[in-house]
């Protein structure tokens, strides 16, 4: 597995990353499948203690052993707020299928 990032401030505020992850498996019983995925996110300081940050991405597995390509994607945005030496944070996290191995079969409907 490996990965590549890349982050760009664009301000002194803000920034942007981009993020893309790679892995090659093999198995006795599925063959090989190929995982990849990309991600792009951006962080904005509102004002000094509070932060924003946004992301989404879209992941991909590549599959001999079943067949098929699955796709999933996620989305994500969290706010934090420093409070002297302490951080609050809420968070949001929307996961569809994310590329983390090898299903035996197509992942569709409500199962995930």
């Known amino acids: 597995m490996g990965s590549l990032a890349y982050e760009r401030q664009t301000s002194v505020r803000d920034s942007w990353t981009l993020t893309y992850s790679g892995a090659y498996m093999n198995f006795s019983t ?4 190929w995982s990849q995925s990309m991600r792009v996110g951006y962080s904005d300081q ?5 932060t924003l940050q946004i992301g989404a991405g879209v992941s991909k597995v590549t599959s001999a052993g079943s067949g098929g390509d699955y796709v999933g994607y996620d989305t994500s945005a969290s706010l934090k707020k420093l409070v002297k030496a302490n951080t609050f944070s809420l968070s949001y996290n929307q996961d569809s299928g994310q590329a983390s191995g090898v299903a035996p079969f197509p992942m569709s409907g409500g199962w995930h």
């Open 46 to 50: 509102i004002v000094p203690g509070l």
């Open 30 to 33: 599925f063959g090989s499948a």
